[in-house]
């Protein structure tokens, strides 16, 4: 059964630091890409970044380019999103996912098919 769990969420002040993970199993995280997404409330939920099968291609929505790396750690199974330089509109549920298909590099929202939970990031003075 494939499982995804965030965490590393939690409020934190404009201009601090979180650190997101996202332990998967199930799978053999070197065959696929895994992607970053966030719902702001009363908003539709966005890419955030996506790191590729390979792990040597990262993509980044616009608005968190040079704030926020996208990395993994295949031994521990684990994707995380460091995230730097917060503002209040980064505040959101962030969520991780795959695709179906193995061996891609890009995350299209509508290609995700297994999702985890999510974990909120409050981002306020």
């Known amino acids: 059964q494939l499982q995804f769990v965030e965490s590393g969420g939690g409020l934190v002040q404009p201009g601090g630091s979180l650190r997101l993970s996202c332990v998967v199993s199930?799978?053999?995280?070197?065959?696929?890409?895994i992607g970053w997404f966030r719902q702001a409330p009363g908003k539709e939920r966005e890419g955030v970044s996506c790191?590729?099968?390979?792990?040597?291609?990262?993509t980044y929505e616009d608005s968190v380019k040079g704030r926020f790396t996208i990395s993994r750690d295949s031994a521990k199974n684990t994707v995380y999103l460091q995230m730097n330089s917060l503002k209040p509109e980064d505040t959101g549920v962030y969520y991780c996912a795959r695709r179906k298909i193995r061996g891609t590099s890009t995350c299209p929202e509508y290609t995700m098919h297994y999702w985890g939970k999510g974990t909120l990031v409050f981002v306020s003075s």
């Open positions: 199930g799978f053999t995280l070197d065959y696929y890409a």
């Open positions: 790191i590729s099968s390979s792990g040597e291609t990262a």
